[in-house]
């Protein structure tokens, strides 16, 4: 451990614990002596009128300052000093100050301040001096002046002196406690800093390093540290991040940053830094943390996200594959079963006609399926290209509606729909807005009951179209609506998951957002949903152009509803 500079000790103006009692003491000790003057003069003779009052009034502070041992502050002793300044103006005053008999007097206040400890002290005491002096001027020159008393004046002077050198002592001992307490500091905060798991330095802004403290990883030793600095001990390629982190910390941002040791590539260690000003100039802090397990855990799950996306885009493209694969022999499948239901080549028994009808049946909704799982298989892949046309939406959102009425009157459904009395004019992919108006359709019919009603609305709002498929069917539980849209989430009892695959919602939701839109779900168990897909492919007709007709203008797509 290499210490840094040593902490400034206690202010001088603080006053330092454990002296209180020897200043009450000091402060004793002169009311004692003066008092003793006063009643010694008193009795022998010579020491009365205005003198007398003067030896008096130096009692006062003395007995104030016994005051330190219940309440000591810089306040309080600079009240107290205040105290003093007075006494030694009135003293002055009724005895002729410099040139009076209690000429020792006028000084005590220095005397006190230099008790008292610290610079202001000792200077409110020297100005106390001056307007003591100048009192005892005063009093000369008004004849206030006391009588000659050489030898009162001999005796002020030596308890004057007494006190001043037993108040250099005790402020000798202040410095001493206030260095001592400075050295226990700086001793406790060293051990602090030392007992702390990482290895903090302070740095100049080069780099260079003035301070070590701590326990550093044991492949970055300190004494390098100082011969080089911390950049030649940072492996080559991390080292302009590090200059960065320490430029940001300059400009009185947190720095931080992962750095791999020039002795030991395998490790990383962290950094934390941050301005430090100091009287000598800025500096820089740091803290460096042993980040080997941490760079280990983030590298693993790097490379097993990096596996996770690989294996999901093998398995896209397989799907896709057998998609593909699947859909040309059933496409042969519906079409020798249509052949046979239609009965085209000759009569067929009633048995295998119904046999046919079968056939054609489950292999239209497995090829329906086949085609979900291709769109789906491409959208995750990122290969579903939009093919975008410009046409009246009411057309598509119609012929939809005619794909599901059979089914919808089939099951005693009713299907309406409300639509503009004018074309409504998008830009999009045709084939999409069908499909998804043609899965949310197929929802609607399959999980409403006979009895029930489906109504499609579709509306422009400004840029946006706005198609919306209501149905009054079983509806879905709040919890459920969180997870549809998708791929294989569905909502509602065993039964109900059986009649599809979960596959309808997701594309509507895939479709939308490939056009910029979104799709919404309000739904009320038990009263019924509302679906509500809203794209940004309306076309805005302009006024019209002074040749005639009207012009259309795209509106740009974008993210959002």
Known sequence: ??????????????????????????????????????????????????????????????????????????GDRMMLLAVWGLAAVLSAALSGGLTGPLTGFVFLPLAAGIALGGTRPVQAGALAVALAAFAGFLSVGFGLQGPPLPALAAISAVLTAGAAALAVRLSWRQRETRLESAEVETARVE????????????????????????APPVYLPVDPL????????????????????????????DGMVVFAPRLA????????????????GPRLVAQVFDATAQYARELGLEIARNEAEAREAGKTRFLANMSHEL??????????SDIMRQRIFGPLPDRYGEYAANIHEAGGHLLDLINDLLDVAKIEAERYTLTLERFDAREIVSAAMALVRVNADDKGVHLSSVLPGDPVEVSADKRALKQLTLNLLSNAVKFTPAGGT?????????????????????????EDVRRLGRPFEQAGEIEQRRQGTGLGLSLVRAFA????????????LGEGTAVTVRLPVALLARAPAPEGGAEIIPMPMKNGG
């Open 1 to 74: 451990m290499i210490q840094s500079a040593r902490p400034d000790p206690r202010p001088e103006t603080d006053p330092v614990p454990g002296d209180r009692p020897a200043l009450a003491a000091w402060h004793a000790g002169w009311a004692v002596a003066a008092a003793l003057l006063a009643l010694g003069g008193r009795w022998i003779g010579g020491v009365d009128g205005p003198v007398f009052y003067g030896v008096l009034a130096m009692i006062v502070p003395g007995l104030t300052g016994l005051g330190l041992l219940r309440r000591d502050s810089a």
């Open 226 to 253: 100082f011969e080089s600095g911390l950049v030649a001990a940072v492996h080559a390629p991390d080292r302009p991040r590090l200059l960065g982190a320490m430029e940001r910390a300059m400009g009185g941002q």
């Open 454 to 478: 489906i109504t499609v609305t579709v509306e422009a709002i400004g840029p946006y179209l706005e198609v919306v498929v209501a149905d009054t069917g079983i509806g879905i539980a709040p």
């Open 327 to 336: 859909r040309t022999p059933l496409n042969a499948v519906l079409g020798f």
């Open 265 to 280: 590539l395998d490790r990383r260690a962290q950094m934390l830094v941050r301005r430090m000003d100091d009287p000598a």
């Open 513 to 524: 957002e490939l056009h910029g839109g979104r799709m919404s779900i309000d739904s009320t």
């Open 191 to 214: 051990t602090l800093l030392a007992a702390q798991p990482a290895l903090m330095l302070i740095l100049e802004p080069s780099g260079r390093v003035v301070a070590a403290y701590g």
